[in-house]
């Protein structure tokens, strides 16, 4: 169109909720040009999720990402939190020693804000006010309409990135299907002040009824409400201080006094996950990708780890030190991950039906939960601790795809750890033992990409080399394959040191 101003970025990031910020924040201190649009011209406080889990919690500590100020260091010894599956108390959740605490709670809002804030100064572009309809992709880039405060605006980027919520109108454009689950239950949320705050302490409570749940803020108490009975019949409907009432009180079996209400909604257990996270040049992080009934505090932590998974690699790709496959791994590694989180939260919602069979399931999980082991698997799972990423390489040797644990490592220029060692986003090559000059040697045509590091041998890290994702994740130990191999399929043949 003849006069129509041309805005050029190396990435777009669409939708500017904490999985957005967290990419625009990841993209800029890599050196990538990125520009975000969001229509909201301000954060909302109002409540969502308050919830990251361990491996979330882990992965933004590596980064430099969480929130305060970071600790000169953590517990010597494994910490541990309480949660709960499918309401039942009893769930155990533990971090390794040297790990922060294994769950934060963080309100969205904040979390949100403070990422804004780590994007801005490393150089993002963030345009509040704007809402991406319409994009569409070639094979140098995409082309990206958006309607901004002053009229339609164009953009012309090398790659979309979509953290556009549940509605996504970048997967729409992408023309990526999903598998859907529809409704089953009724919900209810709203922040009330209740007449009397001893009427409904804290907490899960269930009657044959359904669930409430309860939690005290100050003078105020956010509620929810889940109905088994079936989904809403009109769910656009506003909800009113009467229906929440209503609501509880049939719940309860008696009525509760409450006022002021903030923040009312409704909401169900409609399930989607996208049927691939990358079409071309465009990629779902977040509730773009997956979406699933909120129990057990998983999903802002699953999009987190999305951010986390793909911003390196794109970054890389951008900068043309991917190789021909690192893009693609996104969707392989994330997508089977998002469906397990998703199968979970469909069992903690058959366990919190009613019903003599789901009564007999939650006796025998509260002594699941009451048992060490059992706790231990669940907490595993809830938190991601016991994720293993497929190896793509094929070399990666024994242990790649596992989650290498922060600890103490002793180098020439002084003492340091895991997690600040992957402060700078870069992946990281561990030399511990005598064959370190070989091994620097092999990797060469790579230092342009690597960190490379030699430290003293440690019990923690019981190999003579590894190499490290910027995300954490082992990606080769000394075995079958070869580290050229490997360097060469995650980051291309390299640049020879002329």
Known sequence: MQGERLIQAQVLVAGG???????????????????????RTEVSDQPRATTLHARAVQSLARRGHLPG?????????????????????????????????????????????????????????????????????????????????????????????????????????????????????????????????????????????????????????????????????????????????REVARIAGRDIAMHSPHWLSRFSDFARLARTFARGRVFLVGDAAHVHFPIGGQGLSTGVLDALNLSWKLALAVHGSAGPTLLSSYDAERRPLARRVLDGTLAQLALMRPGPE?????????????????????????????????????????TAGTYLGNTALSTPEGDTDIIRLLHDGRPLLLLLGEKADEHREE????????????????????????????????????????????????FGPGAPAG
């Open 17 to 39: 909720g904490p999985v957005g910020m967290l990419v625009a924040a990841e993209l800029s201190a890599y050196g990538v040009d990125t520009v975000l649009l969001e229509p």
């Open 69 to 245: 100020p970071p600790p000169p260091s953590y517990a010597a010894e494994p910490t541990t939190s309480a949660f709960h599956f499918a309401g039942l108390p009893g769930l155990t959740i533990t971090a390794p020693p040297d790990e922060p605490e294994p769950v934060l709670k963080c309100p969205q809002a904040v979390l949100e804000r403070h990422l804004e804030s780590r994007a801005r100064v490393a150089g993002a572009r963030i345009l509040r006010g704007h809402r991406l309809t319409d994009a569409v992709q070639d094979e140098d880039g995409v082309r990206i309409t958006a309607e901004g405060p002053e009229g339609p605006e164009v953009f012309r980027t090398r790659y979309l990135v979509g953290a556009d919520g549940a509605r996504s109108t970048v997967r729409a454009r992408a023309g990526i299907e999903s598998d859907t689950f529809p409704a089953t239950v009724s919900a209810l949320m709203g922040t009330v002040t209740l007449a009397d705050p001893g009427s409904l302490p804290k907490g899960w409570h269930r009657t044959p009824r359904g669930w409430i749940v309860a939690k005290h803020d100050g003078d105020r108490t956010h509620l929810r409400t889940l109905n088994c009975d079936g989904a809403h019949p009109d769910r656009q409907r506003p909800v009113t201080l009467d229906e929440l009432r």
């Open 358 to 398: 789901a009564d007999a399931l939650r006796t025998m999980f509260t002594g699941l939960l009451a048992d060490e082991g059992g706790s231990g698997h669940l907490g595993s799972l809830i938190s991601a601790q016991d994720t293993v990423l497929p190896d793509h390489t094929g070399a990666g040797g024994p």
């Open 443 to 490: 990797a060469r045509d790579w230092a342009g990409v690597l960190r490379t590091v030699e430290v003293r041998p440690t019990p923690v890290v019981p190999y003579e080399a590894a190499l490290l994702r910027p995300d954490g994740y082992l990606a080769w130990v000394p075995g079958d394959g070869r580290l050229r191999q490997v360097l060469t399929a995650y």
